[in-house]
Each structure stands twice: as structure tokens, then as C-alpha cells.
């Protein structure tokens, strides 16, 4: 399997072209379909400009509400928006690498901080980079770090935190120093340094210095993630009063996890805040969204001061939502609801190319898999094998596209009382009309067990509230086959891809949390190893059975 395309100098002028997903499992699992460029010409490359907008839900932004967010309503007045795009899972780092690889969490196998995106899959920037784009790329969140492998391919990649680079050399130090527990106490205090931070302004700024200084005859990839959105919910004035400035209350945005008056796990029932209260902090979450499209707006602008608007292919997008007590939880990393992982997304073309300057709404299912192999489509560049998504340029310029089911997961580590590594895997298969959620256990020393289903038909039930969990229930066994075979397609495509050797995959933090890695299977996993613990890959029977909880 061919696995990285051959570098090109200069990308040619574009051409029709017409490609097949090429992983033919991959391809029958998620329904892979013709995908086919658009009519238009260009004589150039397009620049390119992803934007990520952190923890932004999709029913927060819609692109509709000037109110919101009046840059990018303006800009999808001349785009496509996707309203039922769904993130591969609801936390930063996999599903940035699912926007990076175009491959779900369940092929990746990022879906935890111990692992980086293999050496050996082609990332979009690298693609780009290699084409002879110039790659810039500024994040803000410390998921996007290096580290994780997202700076490969990108001539400038900079940390627009405050004091990031300080945080980054306490936890180095104490790695190299073996002081694990510093490592973990500076780990955790960078995180919580970080939801604290207001970073747009930086991010700007950034982009401003670095377009100054580009070689303008090079097409370029600008790659933008934007965290302000992200709890805490500190939005400056005016936007932290324009949704709700009537709140006469004692609660804000800060400490959101931590606040004793918003959630005590010490207490029954654990939430504490009520209706009046959260509805405030919610107008905040809306506010920081207000203030982030104003960053992207001085963003556009300078695109256009340099005369690169026209001539840019524009994603908004975010990487999951997040939960305001809609399933009993807030924040986010928690579960698989559509609050956390119906995300917004919106393709601007070049102008002149088909679709361009028309605004267009598609309800088909697209997930963030799709982002990698419609970049690659508009520049006119081959989709390297390992890619599972699909172009979405066909629908942009008005063609028809398919459903297919969006396949997402979500893994969760830790502890338990008697000292035993528990890890709890969640995985969902999700079309517009129905979704299917899987929840499985394995404890340290024991195999895998089932712990819980549920089907939902989101056409009567678009909320979630109304599980089936009944394992004889026909609509459950159903979703069970169909995640099952959904599934089947991944484990073969994992097989087939060409690995580094494993310890080539770890990160830093891997070091940090060793025990808990090594408890769950990971660090003592072959050079072959597929791309996660091998237990996460084994097939499980084709009808459902409920095992007993082993507390």
C-alpha cells in the first residue's frame, strides 16, 4: 500500500479528476462513494485557511444569527453550511488528528495523551507543505501541541498562549529531572492555567506577522485554533453581557469545573446551580463565541488587505461541544451526545470556482474525517490511502451527497478504589435519524465486558432523552450489528496499514502517566501493535449479551 504520495514542486492546474477510495474495507464500512471534483477551473492553487473554534456545540453556532456571530454569517452567505457535521469524538486531540488524517479515533488510535499521530500516516499540512504550499499554524490549547505531531509539515507552527513556552519547559524539566508526580502536578496546572487565558488576540496577531512575511508567490495553508470558547467563560465587555444583560446573580463563567456552586460531587445531587444561574453561564459561553468571530473577522480582513481572500478555500469548524447538564453532566470528554459532538462546519470555495458565492445549507451526515480529503480535493492533490473520508467539494457545488453513518468514540482511564487501572471505551454509530451508543468496560487483569447500551431514534427523540436499552429490543440488536460491522471495516483497514514502531508513537505525557498506560495494555503492546490497546480492536459477538458489572 502506497502510503505517502510523491512530493510535487508546484501543485499542476487543476484538472477534472475523479477518484475512488482506494481502502476498499474502508470504503464498504462507512459507504465510501465516487467522489468527483467540481466543473470549475482555476489557473492557480487556492490558499487555504482552516479555522478550529474549541468546544463550540453545533446549535451555538449556526451561521444564521448575525447576533452571534456576524463575520461568519457573512461569510457563509457565500458558502456551505453542514448541519449535521459530527466530531469522532467530544475532546481535542482526537478529533484534531481525525481534521490532520482524515481517519476516525477508531483508526487513529489517538484517544489518549500517551499516543501521537504514527509517523507513518501522512497529515494534511505535510501533504501540502510537500506540494509546495507555505504552511503556517497557530494554536492555542495544549492538546495542539507538537508533541501530538500536529507541527509536522508546517514551516511556522506557534504556541499563542500566554506563557506557554514557560509552562512546556516546567513539565519538560521535571520529566527529565524522573520527578513523575511534578511532572503530573505541572501537566494539570498548564491545563488549568490555559482555560483561564484569552489567546484570539495573540492568534491575530500571529497571522498578521506572518502574512507580512510570506513569499507571496507560493499558495498558502493557514491553520487557526482559536480556544476562547473553551470553559472557563470569561468574554470581555461588550460580549459578556450581550446575552443576558438583565443577570442580577452571583454566578460567572470562572472556575466553570471547579465551582462547588455550579457542580459538588460530594453532594446529592451533584448539580448545583440552577436553571436562572446556568442559563447565565450559557449567555456567557455565547459571549465567548461573540468574541471569537470578532477574531476571525480581523483574520479575514487581513486576508483581504493582502488580496488572498478571493483566491482562499475557507473551513470554520470545531472539534466538539459541550454539555450544560442536558445528560446530568458539564463540560465535555464525558460522553457521546450530539451536544458534545455535533459540532458546526462551514466550506467557503474560491471565488469563481462552482458553488462559490452561493449560500447553501446540506443536512446529509459529514464528519470531520471529510476535512482532510476536501482540502486535498480543491488543491487538486491525490488522497493518500490511508484517508476514510470523503470530499465534501460535490455537495459545496451543489451535487447530491449521500448519508453514511458517522462512527465516533470516546475512551476514558483511571483508577479504581481497590488500586486497579479501569478504562471505559464508548462508541456511537450516528445518521441523522438514529444513533446507537455502546459503552465497554475492561479492568486491569480482566477481559472486556459490555456495560451498557442504548438506541435512540433522533427524529422523535432529538434530544437523547429516551434510551432503549433493552438488549432483546429488535432496533438495539440492530444498531449493535451495525456498529459491529461498521467496526469490522476498521479493524481490517487498522491491520493493513504499515505502523511505526511503538515507541515512536508515544508522547511526552506518556512518560508522566506510565503506570496507568502500562496497566491498560499499552506499553507492553508489540512494535506492531495496531493503533491502540489491542483489546479495543477485538471483535465482540454478533448478538448482544449483558455481562454483570464486577463493581
Known sequence: MQMRPRPMQRPPKRRRTTRRQSLSLLGALLGAVLCTSGCGASASPPDVLLISLDTVRADALTFLDP???????RL???GTIFTQAIAGSSWTLPSHVSM???MPPALHGVQDDGLRIDPEVPTLPEMLQQAGWSTAGFWTGWYLAADFGFGRGFDTYANAMTD???????????????????????????????????TSPKVVELVGRTLGSLDRTAPLFLFCHLFDPHYDFIPPPPYDTRFDSGYRGKIDGRDFMQNRRIWDEHKNPKRRINDRDLAHVQALYRGEIAWTDAAVGRVLDRLERDGRLDDTLIIVTSDHGEEFFEHGQRGHRRGVFDEVLRVPLLVVPPRGLAGAGVARTVDAAVTLDDLMPTILDYCDLPVPDTVSGRSLRPAVEQGALPDRP?????????TRPDGKSHAVLIETLRTPQEKFIRNLEVVEGKPPRVAAVAWFDLAQDPQERRPVSDFDDARVRAGWEALETALDGLRAGARMLPRSAYAERLTRISEVFRPDLKALGYLDAPEDDRPAAAWMLEPLPRVPEPWESDG
Not at 452571534?68 to 454569517?73: G, I, N, Q, R, W
Open 406 to 414: 458517522a462512527l465516533a468514540s470516546l475512551l476514558l482511564t483511571g
Open 164 to 198: 506557554g513556552l514557560e509552562r512546556y519547559e516546567e513539565m519538560e524539566a521535571a520529566v527529565r529531572g524522573g520527578d513523575l508526580e511534578a511532572a503530573r502536578q505541572a501537566f494539570f496546572t498548564r491545563h488549568s492555567s490555559s482555560h483561564a487565558d484569552v
Open 76 to 78: 457563509a452567505e457565500r
Open 100 to 102: 490532520f488524517t482524515g
Open 67 to 73: 447576533r452571534v456571530a456576524p463575520h461568519l454569517s
